[in-house]
């Protein structure tokens, strides 16, 4: 997993934007080069030294200290690459157990804030504070108690971006690294936006970069400048358009939806002979889609990413995730953002019927998990509008697909009984 942003930053963006706090009550929190800063925390004598979290010459680099990244070194960046450009470096292996241990009490400590937590990776969240200001009257007062007692007791240090929506929030926590806090004024936020690189806005991966740099668009002052058609012709998606138009005013509507992200609800099989056809990988993707809808429904859980999983006939293995807008629970929405993703992965047509390799194994996986009876369901939208553009590897795209037609969902539930009386095997949806 790689949590060392390397997002743009714009030492620009990094002053004193002004104090009013108005409906500023989304916090961004994220701890600092976290692994980096979990093994100096446990070995004081590493502070100060450039230190790299990644070993074995084949592997990437998860995590470096700031001394490290002065030497240019930032994540996913080859350990090879790394020890040639700091080879005095301190390099440690990932120690995966001891970071997620940390990470959980630093958990505990912000739930004495507020349980709107919304967990992205093990070092970073999203915080609605509108109900803790009863008690805590201002955003900065809660961002600053954070950051002292997460310093105090884990010696690792986080930085907090205060906004009224979950984008400003995310751009002012990585605006303010390291160590700091920076709050984005709500009539600041448009200003503020416009100050950053076209790439700063999550979800705009290298690929849509370089198509907006085809026409000239390399920052969100030109993008502001763009009509929402115009976004939609050089994207070639409208919902993606419509979003990065909201982005381009600073303006962004997602709720921050509390949840854990470790959890995950999974289905996978080995299919009894290697294929290459599209159709037998596809309807396996649909059984592990509806057992993993069932399960969700089973334990009253929605889900947030869908993720599909590939293993080669030479055991190698692929997976591809996607987060929607709304969350799910039925395999009306899970399949086909499963299919979708496994024709991205493939660099597939919408019309191929064989796939580029042998395919051993295939399977569906949700996470982002919240408890449905708190988590509204969105409005349905068409499944035509369903976002196509997806992530590189293990990368998850955000606010891409909507919820299905509620009938759908309605119709897997009357499934749900039906199988409880006659069996698993029973009867299947015909969703395709
Ligand atoms: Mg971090």
């Given amino acids: 997993m790689n949590i060392m942003s390397t997002s743009p930053r714009s030492q620009a963006v990094k002053r004193d934007w002004g104090h009013d706090e108005t409906g500023c009550t989304v916090l961004h929190i994220d701890m600092d080069?976290?692994?980096?800063?979990?093994?100096?925390?446990?070995?004081?004598?590493?502070?100060?030294?450039?230190?790299?979290?990644?070993?074995?010459?084949?592997?990437?680099?998860?995590?470096?200290?700031?001394?490290?990244?002065?030497?240019?070194?930032?994540?996913?960046?080859?350990?090879?690459?790394?020890?040639?450009?700091?080879?005095?470096g301190v390099y440690l292996p990932v120690d995966m157990p001891y970071y997620r241990s940390i990470s959980h009490q630093i958990f505990e400590l912000i739930a004495q804030v507020t349980d709107q937590i919304e967990q992205v990776s093990v070092d970073e969240a999203y915080v609605d504070v509108t109900a803790a200001l009863l008690r805590w009257e201002r955003p900065t007062r809660i961002a600053q108690w954070i950051r002292e007692h997460v310093h105090e007791r884990f010696n690792v240090t986080c930085s907090v971006g205060i906004a009224s929506n979950k984008l400003i929030a995310k751009l002012a926590s990585t605006n303010a690294k390291p160590d700091g806090m920076l709050l984005v004024p709500l009539n600041r936020h448009a200003e503020f936006i416009r100050m950053l690189p076209l790439r700063s806005i999550p979800g705009v991966g290298p690929a849509s970069a370089e198509r907006f740099r085809r026409w000239g668009v390399e920052s969100v002052a030109q993008l502001a400048a763009m009509s929402e058609s115009e976004i939609a012709q050089v994207s070639g998606s409208k919902i993606h358009a419509h979003n990065l138009w909201l982005a381009a005013r600073g303006e962004d509507d997602r709720k921050v939806t509390p949840h854990t992200p470790e959890k995950s609800i999974g289905s996978e099989r080995t299919f009894a002979q290697d294929t290459t056809d599209v159709q037998t990988v596809s309807n396996l993707l649909r059984r592990c889609s509806d057992e993993v809808a069932a399960t969700l429904r089973k334990r009253g859980l929605l889900a947030r990413t869908v993720t599909t999983k590939i293993r080669y006939d030479d055991l190698s293995h692929a997976t591809k995730a996607l987060t929607l807008t709304a969350p799910v629970d039925s395999a009306a929405a899970i399949f086909p953002t499963a299919r979708k993703l496994l024709f991205a992965m493939m660099r597939m047509e919408p019309t191929d019927t064989q796939l580029p390799r042998p395919v051993r194994l295939a399977g569906v996986s949700t996470s982002g998990l919240s408890p449905a009876q708190s988590t509204a369901l969105q409005p349905a939208l068409d499944f035509d509008d369903m976002e196509t553009a997806v992530g590189t590897g293990a990368d998850v795209d955000s606010g891409a697909t909507s919820a299905p037609p509620e009938k759908l969902r309605t119709a897997e539930k009357m499934l749900d009984s039906i199988r409880g009386k006659y069996g698993k095997g029973a009867v299947h949806l015909g969703i395709d």
């Fill in 33 to 88: 080069a976290f692994y980096a800063s979990c093994e100096i925390a446990r070995h004081p004598e590493l502070k100060g030294l450039p230190v790299i979290i990644g070993t074995g010459n084949r592997s990437v680099v998860s995590a470096a200290s700031y001394e490290a990244r002065a030497y240019g070194i930032n994540s996913a960046m080859a350990v090879a690459t790394a020890r040639r450009k700091c080879p005095q």
